[in-house]
């Protein structure tokens, strides 16, 4: 995972034009977390193209200077100084958890630009743990509520808020932004996972509903440490049972913690998302006697339950977020847009090989599966264990 961030960085740069859906008038997004980084830098590109953004902004982080709301104010800044940005662009307030929010949101951005035309979902927050970690405490338990609500219901309940809208238009399309981490379970990541499968499974089962409509409805899947990186990462205190010198599994805390470290080896426990330490923290001591305060990396495993955005200097974070941004601009109000769109080689490579290995398990046991079919009357079933209706 080192490598890829490293790879990224490498890569030679992405256009800066991407090739827009051909259109006749210019579109209007609603971005539901419009303080991510993947947010910024995409309302920036279709702002360059003359598009209309509605973009959500949690209100209390928005005034405590919360999160990553620096960054949206240094967007707001930009766009004060570019005027064609000026009347294209509109701030909601917008907890997704309210279903009273997204509908006001969605009223709101239909009021100041006469409809939306692609909603983009793009509510995320990562939870590190091994699931028997995540049932230590009161505190663990209530994070499986809370990772759900962010990841699953907050967009579900935008997109509820849009249909209608949409509906009534007969136009639209509701793009949701996960990661391979719908396709591939990961081993640390499991609570995270499965949000991203709900969604995922609800998108689906939605699509079908929705297309008598013509409003298109597609899942973009970036890279695991996309959505990751680039929103806030929780973490819970491990258990010994599932250090590395115990558990042979390959667990994303270590390896999300030693890539913390590398992209900033200087930090200490005060690079906290809320600017404090975590309660409880404790300092090292080296070798040679010498107190050390805990890096960013070590804070994943504290004896607390401990939240973090990753320190990503602009140039990693523009190389990071680029593929996804792209893609994002180029499917996003398409007249036929992909259902399902993996971002990059290296996560198209990863599902491939998912896929092979269901279907290859698949025909393993497709005798297994068969023998529970039951055979019509008059005829023969190919295998031994077939049943007989009339028997039942």
Not at 146 to 154: K, L, M, R, S
Not at 170 to 187: A, D, E, F, K, V
Not at 304 to 317: H, M, Q, R, W
Request: net charge negative; hydrophobic share 40%.
């Amino acid at each position: 995972m080192t490598q890829n961030v490293n790879a990224a960085a490498s890569r030679p740069p992405r256009p800066k034009s991407p090739h827009f859906p051909p259109h006749n008038a210019p579109r209007v997004w609603f971005i539901t977390t419009g303080s991510a980084p993947v947010a910024i830098a995409l309302a920036k590109q279709v702002l360059d193209h003359g598009d209309y953004v509605v973009a959500g902004v949690m209100p209390t982080e928005f005034e405590k200077r919360e999160g990553q709301t620096e960054d949206f104010r240094g967007f707001l800044e930009d766009v004060k100084r570019t005027e064609r940005w000026r009347e294209r662009l509109r701030v909601v307030g917008l907890d997704g958890r309210v279903v009273g929010q997204c509908q006001a949101a969605i009223a709101e951005a239909v009021e100041a630009f006469g409809r939306i035309d692609v909603l983009l979902g793009s509510t995320s927050e990562a939870v590190i743990g091994a699931v028997e970690e995540l049932a230590q405490s009161s505190r663990t338990i209530s994070l499986i509520q809370d990772t759900f609500e962010t990841n699953f219901f907050a967009n579900v309940n935008i997109i509820k808020s849009v249909l209608s809208s949409m509906r009534q238009r007969n136009n639209g399309h509701i793009i949701m932004l996960t990661g391979t981490t719908g396709h591939l379970g990961t081993p640390g990541l499991g609570l995270y996972c499965s949000s991203q499968w709900a969604l995922e499974g609800y998108c689906d089962s939605l699509a079908y509903e929705i297309a008598p409509f013509n409003i298109k409805m597609s899942i973009v899947q970036a890279n695991m440490e996309v959505n990751v990186l680039t929103n806030r990462i929780t973490s819970v205190p491990p258990l010994p049972e599932y250090s590395p010198a115990e558990n042979p599994a390959p667990l994303v805390r270590e390896v999300f913690s030693a890539l913390l470290d590398k992209l900033d080896p200087n930090s200490n426990a005060s690079m906290l998302g809320d600017g404090k330490s975590p309660e409880g923290s404790t300092s090292t001591t080296s070798p040679d006697g010498t107190m050390h305060e805990p890096s960013i990396g070590d804070l994943l495993s504290s004896d607390t339950v401990t939240s973090i955005y990753a320190p990503l200097p602009a140039a990693v974070k523009s190389s990071l977020i680029a593929e996804t941004v792209h893609a994002l601009t180029a499917i996003g109000g398409h007249d036929n847009p992909p259902a399902r769109h993996i971002v990059g080689l290296e996560g198209v490579t990863a599902v491939k090989e998912k896929l092979k290995t269901t279907s290859e398990e698949l025909e393993d046991f497709i005798e297994v599966s068969n023998a529970v079919d039951i055979a019509r009357e008059g005829e023969q079933h190919s295998t031994p264990m077939a049943m007989d209706p009339i028997g039942l």
